[in-house]
């Protein structure tokens, strides 16, 4: 009876799984989902009257000969066709129509700019995600910091962040964020800090999380003999843009921009 159950579950799976390749497959069938700015070719077999070339307006319609504004944003390929084929024929225009649809320019762009190999605008031929994107605008740098996605939303300009760690982990799953007309990603430059003064290895550190001087210190490799963990001092802007020199201690927590000096013991 368990194995009963077991094959029954197996073919339940299989069954689900081929339901999704169909889906998938017929979507694809039916072409590409139109969007505004999309420049498309439209012939009708046997009518070269009629063959049109347009654009998808802003308030997502087309016009076409004797027919006039055609809803053709949001639908696929097919779909208008189909349409256009109907009224066609309903105003015995054609016989039995037969409409043919290509996008000869598609309107869907997205730019990527900051911390990637190829920054740039890219134009969208088919569902996209943000893991794609990234991926063809040449991966995040080992500088990347966090991703902001900038979209229009209902009530203005949206700004939405990632980490970029956690998408090149996988523990955001980039793959779930479908990319929308428009869309501005931005990768920020992670944040940095400086350690300069009597430590093992002068320089910029990336500030992968919130850690404290002495911390920041260890990561510089420690101190060197003529190192003092009690003379110690930190550059940092202030809000208005002013550099400030602060005193500092081992416990005081390490901020972006930040510069730890060193300096030398009293003997």
Same mark, same amino acid.
């Given at each position: 009876?368990?194995?009963?159950? #077991? ?15 169909? $889906?998938?497959?017929?979507? %694809? ?10 420049? /498309? ?12 070339? !347009? ?16 809803? =053709? ?9 189909? !349409?256009?084929?109907?009224?066609? =024929? =309903? ?10 649809? &290509? ?18 605008? +890219? ?6 995600? @943000? $893991?794609?994107?990234?991926?063809? =605008? ?8 966090? /991703?902001? @996605? #900038? ?9 939405? #962040? ?23 990603? +931005? ?6 800090? +400086? ?8 320089? &910029? ?14 990561? $510089? ?11 110690? %001092? ?34």
């Amino acid at each position: 009876m368990p194995t009963t159950k #077991r094959i029954g579950r197996l073919w339940a799976s299989c069954l689900g799984a081929l339901a999704v390749m169909a $889906a998938a497959g017929h979507a %694809w069938a039916e072409g590409r989902v139109l969007t505004t700015s999309d420049v /498309v070719t439209i012939k009708v077999v046997g009518q070269p009257d009629l063959d049109t070339s !347009t654009r998808v307006e802003t308030d997502g319609t087309i016009n076409f000969p004797y027919i006039g504004r055609i809803k =053709a944003a949001g639908v696929t390929e097919d779909a208008l066709a189909r !349409t256009i084929e109907r009224r066609l =024929a =309903a105003r015995q225009i054609v016989t039995e129509p037969h409409v043919l649809i &290509e996008v000869t320019n598609f309107g869907t762009q997205v730019s990527v700019q900051g911390q990637v190999g190829t920054p740039g605008a +890219y134009t969208i031929d088919r569902t996209t995600t @943000l $893991a794609q994107l990234l991926a063809r =605008a040449g991966g995040l740098k080992d500088s990347a910091g966090t /991703v902001i @996605l #900038r979209r229009r939303g209902p009530h203005g300009p949206e700004l939405i #962040r990632y980490n970029g760690k956690d998408l090149v982990s996988g523990k955001i799953d980039g793959d779930r964020i479908v990319m929308q007309n428009n869309d501005e990603v +931005y990768v920020d430059l992670l944040p940095f800090y +400086y350690v300069y003064g009597f430590v093992g290895h002068t320089g &910029e550190f990336p500030l992968l999380r919130p850690i404290t001087v002495q911390q920041a210190i260890s990561i $510089a490799g420690g101190l060197s003999p003529l190192g003092s963990d009690s003379r110690l %001092w930190i550059k940092r802007k202030s809000a208005d843009g002013q550099t400030m020199e602060l005193p500092a201690s081992l416990d005081d927590e390490v901020q972006p921009s930040d510069t730890i000096i060193v300096n030398e013991r009293i003997f």
